[in-house]
């Protein structure tokens, strides 16, 4: 995998200048590149902590030195209560979710148990069936017992919308997320009213990023926007409703046509293991079709007329998603033109660290 440094550092400038011009913040998603070296340079860049998917993220960035580190899921097994109160122990300002009054249960006495306090988020619906209590009065009753624990404090809301996330058309996706936000904002205010506690509502995505300040989030919990991927580049946005070019394709994976016996096609060491997807696309010839071919085979096809390539040639890759096809690799090469000037490994892909 490959990072262009140039591209990488311009959508790092253009999420802190959208940061800075509207006020929201960010607290980014390290999920998609689950790299303390990019996390870092996130932080650097203005973000105000950082948004994990699981408690392995979590450890791992906290372990780095780096705070108030956000975890979007709650725990629900023995395991991860465990973790989630050691990881509060360890670091006060780490914070995760609750969306069930029994978890809250389950945790208040696991912390008990290790004269601990957790900083908890309620996780409120916002159009995802996935996660998040109903909104209103269930909603404001949880913020309440959390605030009124012996073992927590409040910090403020989630509400993740991902369906906006990937709406295609800008009018389209702010639609999405304002109808999606509406509980949101109505728990919010409620909360408010009852004398609670409201540091923080967060949600958001690369797809809102330019939407959200509007939609009563305090930060958005935005991850791709650093690298891109090809799910993203096709939604749209509010200057280009055909490309989402806000933001840069900065990370590519590199490959070698290591077979080209047939007119119009070539075979790539680019397999179903490196996460081949039809929808991925070559950087600088978006006339080529990508196609599955086997674990480690991958296929390039084009029309007539299209520029041909040639054996040992190399092409390089953006991916259909950066969630699952970063955790197939172990590093990030990272390119200032066609020199390699660093290498970030990946921590936290894959194995034992996701569950
Ligand atoms: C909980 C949560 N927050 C935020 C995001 C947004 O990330 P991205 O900007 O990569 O769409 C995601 C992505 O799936 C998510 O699951």
Not at 7 to 35: C, D, Y
Not at 83 to 89: E, F, G, N, Y
Not at 143 to 162: D, I, N, P
Not at 260 to 278: E, F, P, S, V
Request: glycine residues 10%.
């Amino acid at each position: 995998m490959v990072v262009d440094l140039a591209l990488f550092e311009q959508n790092l400038k253009r999420m802190a200048e959208q940061s800075k011009a509207t006020g929201i913040n960010v607290r980014p998603h390290v999920k998609i590149h689950k790299s303390v070296d990019v996390a870092k340079q996130q932080i650097a860049r203005g973000g105000i902590g950082l948004t994990c998917a699981t408690i392995a993220e979590a450890e791992l960035m906290c372990g780095a030195g780096i705070q108030h580190v956000l975890w979007t899921k709650q725990p629900a097994s023995v395991n991860n209560i465990a973790r989630a109160v050691a990881l509060s122990k360890r670091d006060s300002t780490f914070m995760f979710v609750v969306d069930d009054p029994t978890v809250l249960s389950w945790v208040e006495e696991a912390a008990a148990a290790e004269n601990a306090r957790v900083r908890l988020a309620v996780s409120v619906f916002a159009g995802m069936n996935r996660q998040g209590v109903e909104n209103g009065q269930p909603a404001v009753e949880l913020a309440q017992r959390v605030a009124s624990s012996k073992r927590a404090t409040l910090e403020g809301f989630m509400a993740y919308s991902g369906g906006a996330a990937h709406t295609k058309g800008w009018e389209t996706r702010r639609k999405k997320s304002e109808e999606d936000l509406a509980g949101a904002r109505e728990t919010v205010a409620l909360a408010k009213k009852s004398g609670l506690p409201v540091n923080i509502v967060s949600g958001g995505s690369t797809g809102t990023y330019n939407i959200d300040h509007a939609n009563g989030l305090t930060e958005l919990e935005a991850g791709s926007y650093v690298f891109m991927d090809t799910n993203y580049f096709a939604i749209g946005g509010k200057d280009d409703s055909e490309t989402y070019s806000d933001f840069k394709g900065a990370l590519t994976v590199l490959t070698t046509i290591d077979s080209k016996r047939h007119a119009n096609q070539a075979t790539i060491d680019y397999g179903n293991k490196a996460m081949l997807r039809t929808t991925d696309k070559v950087k600088g010839m978006p006339w080529i079709q990508v196609t599955p071919q086997g674990a480690e085979y991958g296929g390039l096809v084009w029309k007539d007329g299209d520029r041909d390539l040639k054996i040992g040639e190399r092409v390089e890759i953006y991916c259909s998603n950066l969630d699952t096809s970063t955790n197939c690799y172990d590093r990030y090469f990272v390119a200032k033109g066609d020199q390699i000037v660093d290498v970030w490994p990946i921590m936290g892909r894959s194995g034992a660290a996701q569950r």
